[in-house]
Each structure stands twice: as structure tokens, then as C-alpha cells.
């Protein structure tokens, strides 16, 4: 049950992971000041009469996050799969070290597959929109971003 249990928190990190978040103020790694010039998915659908959105960069933008989320199954399904044979390998009492990194390095595979299909969701959404939306995007955005400050 265990390496099915560790498989599920690999799926689960896998998919928060690829989730588009609204970065926190200020740039803290590269991730964040990329995240800074695009917008996530839910951003641009609630402020999509606010930017005047079209029918057509609708359905670049849904065709965009249809293909990812099939993406997404098939990726964390095999995340999963990976997991368990990593908790297998270092379940054992003597722990073969190669063994034990090249399952790592399966999943590492695998993670960054799902960190670059997020990153061209966002920038299919990005070119979808018009350098105008983009603008009052960001400022709905940051307006966002600045109610979501800690005091």
C-alpha cells in the first residue's frame, strides 16, 4: 500500500505543480518573474468580457488547456507508476544506489515534461491574446496579486 500511497503524492505534487498560480509580489526565482509575464488560464476566462476576449482566442485558449489536461493524465499516470518503482527500489533494507538514482532520474523526467507543457499552455494564452489584453490582464492581475498581500 505504501508505494501506492507515495505514487498518489507524486501524482498530486505533479498536478499542483502544473497548476498556472498567481505568483506572490516581487520576484523570488526565475519561475516567479516568468509567471509575471504570463496569465493563468482562470485569470484570462474571468476577465475574458472585461478584455474583450473573441470567439476565436477562445477557442485557441480551451484547445490550449483541452490538450494539457490529456497531457496531464497520461503524465501523472506514468509519475505515478514511476513513484512506485522508486518506493520500491528504496524500500529495501540495502538500497542500490544506481538503481535508486535512475528512478529519480525517471521522475525528474517526467516532472519536467509536466513543467514544460504548463509553460506552453501559457504562452499559447499569451500569443492567443492581443498586446492591449494582455495589458488590462496584467493590471487585473496585479490588482489581485496586491489584495492577496499578507499585512
Not at 518573474?33 to 485557441?60: K, N, S
Not at 512506485?84 to 540495502?94: F, M, P, R, T, Y
Not at 529519480?104 to 516532472?111: F, I
Amino acid at each position: 500500500m505504501r508505494p501506492v500511497l507515495f505514487a498518489i503524492l507524486l501524482a498530486a505534487a505533479a498536478a499542483s505543480g502544473a497548476r498556472a498560480q498567481t505568483p506572490s509580489p516581487g520576484p523570488k526565482t526565475g519561475e516567479d518573474m516568468l509567471a509575471r509575464l504570463l496569465f493563468a488560464p482562470e485569470l484570462v476566462i474571468q476577465h475574458a468580457q472585461d478584455i474583450g476576449l473573441q470567439p476565436a482566442q477562445r477557442t485557441i485558449i480551451v484547445g490550449a488547456l483541452k490538450e494539457m489536461q490529456s497531457d496531464m493524465v497520461d503524465l501523472q499516470l506514468q509519475m505515478a507508476e514511476r513513484g512506485a518503482e522508486l518506493s520500491k527500489v528504496i524500500g529495501e533494507s540495502k538500497v542500490d544506489e544506481a538503481a535508486a538514482l535512475a528512478q529519480v532520474d525517471k521522475v525528474l523526467t517526467l516532472e519536467r515534461e509536466v513543467k514544460r507543457r504548463q509553460m506552453q499552455l501559457l504562452i499559447r494564452i499569451k500569443n492567443a491574446l492581443s498586446p492591449e489584453q494582455q495589458e488590462r490582464l496584467a493590471k487585473f492581475r496585479d490588482r489581485a496579486m496586491a489584495t492577496d498581500r499578507p499585512e
